[in-house]
């Protein structure tokens, strides 16, 4: 019978000293109420553990800082982000130190109090700088890093600092895009990348989640795509998206489930 409220915000602010150059940066707020699961759960969860309902949670409070940086001349483009979250109460699972029918047990607390912070680097350069042959070619990519520190409980009861569970690696994307000079279709060869993981970077919740989380470290991948795209007529898009080009095994941090081998997309989009 319990319920939750909370009246949430954000301020956001945009600069541009000049037609290439813009400055931003924004203060919002987050709100996260108890769900069933997280309140009522009676069930074996991640590797073998079994959770118990946890009564009395409390909801979870974010507060989010971004600053950032944007260039874009016509050839060269790229814009930097910086950002810091604070965590407050967040709802963490946790052992009791208990064991039922031979699996141990565990529960979820407001315990988790901490921080997240990250960056995000972004650009595309039109290669007629390097030659006039190439003004149909843009070279682009992105990349992001993201760490943080919470408080939680180990398996020893005891209230510890540690990084947050399922922490993804960095990661990017990396790709050729060629515009026809109309505008009218185009065509980009990418790649996606993650770092690998070493083990010695897990929390005490990854290396106890082993049906989800490589006990040798996450292996890193590179993924390869193709896509095109064409207008048809006015507001008719035909597009083709070939993913996973080299069928490669690779799976996100803390998915029970590898991602897609090679994956044909055919889409038409139509506008009115």
Do not use: C
Request: aromatic fraction near 12%.
């Amino acid at each position: 019978k319990d319920d939750w409220s909370a009246v949430t915000g954000s301020l956001r602010g945009v600069y541009k000293p000049s037609a290439t150059w813009r400055f931003f940066g924004g203060l919002s707020q987050g709100f996260r109420a108890p769900n069933l699961a997280d309140t009522t759960r009676f069930d074996v969860a991640r590797s073998g553990e079994l959770e118990v309902p946890a009564f009395g949670l409390e909801p979870e409070h974010y507060s989010s800082f971004e600053l950032g940086a944007r260039y874009d001349d016509g050839e060269w483009a790229g814009n930097l982000t910086g950002w810091y979250t604070l965590a407050r109460d967040q709802i963490s699972r946790f052992r009791t130190g208990k064991t039922v029918g031979g699996l141990p047990e565990v529960s979820k607390s407001n315990v988790g109090d901490g921080w997240y912070a990250g960056i995000e680097l972004a650009g595309e350069v039109n290669l007629s700088v390097a030659s006039d042959h190439l003004a149909d070619i843009w070279l682009f990519g992105w990349a992001d890093y993201v760490d943080g520190r919470i408080d939680q409980i180990d398996s020893t009861g005891k209230q510890i600092e540690d990084r947050p569970k399922a922490m993804p690696p960095a990661s990017g994307t990396l790709g050729l895009r060629w515009l026809h000079p109309s505008g009218e279709s185009g065509a980009e060869l990418f790649t996606r990348m993650a770092y690998h993981i070493d083990p010695s970077r897990y929390t005490e919740a990854d290396r106890n989640n082993t049906q989800r989380v490589p006990a040798d470290g996450l292996p890193g991948y590179a993924v390869y795509g193709l896509r095109g795209w064409t207008e048809l007529r006015e507001d008719i898009v035909l597009s083709l998206a070939i993913e996973n080009l080299t069928d490669v095994d690779f799976r996100v941090m803390d998915s029970g489930v590898m991602e897609p081998g090679m994956n044909v997309i055919l889409t038409l989009q139509a506008g009115f």
